[in-house]
């Protein structure tokens, strides 16, 4: 299994990011998605998670300004961010638990300028 992240970059504060992970190798149905982040010089934190049937959890810092949803047919989970600020800089990573296990993505980078 492997998961492919894409979509961070530069912002500027109240601008809008989509992030994007693809998971490849996946036979059965992947039973949750979702990203962490880290910030530099913080642990790693849970931004949101989907599950198969479309239940999803958020970190309080990114409700009403995160959205996560996912493509089941193609194993594909998505995080869409909107009035980012300075303190959503972070890498962001995917992960999928299938089949018991969890798999991470490359992370991807966040940037958002003041």
């Known amino acids: 299994v492997q998961l492919q992240a894409s979509g961070g970059g530069l912002v500027q504060a109240g601008g809008s990011l989509r992030l994007s992970c693809a998971a490849s190798?996946?036979?059965?149905?992947?039973?949750?998605m979702g990203w962490y982040r880290r910030a530099p010089g913080k642990e790693r934190e849970l931004v949101a998670r989907?599950?198969?049937?479309?239940?999803?959890n958020y970190a309080d810092s990114g409700k009403g300004r995160f959205t996560i949803s996912r493509d089941n047919a193609r194993n594909t989970v998505y995080l869409q961010m909107n009035s980012l600020q300075p303190e959503d800089t972070a890498v962001y990573y995917c992960?999928?638990?299938?089949?018991?296990?969890?798999?991470w993505g490359q992370g991807t980078e966040v940037t958002v300028s003041s």
């Open positions: 992960y999928a638990s299938y089949r018991g296990l969890n798999y």
């Open positions: 190798g996946i036979i059965f149905s992947i039973d949750v």
């Open positions: 989907i599950t198969s049937g479309g239940r999803t």
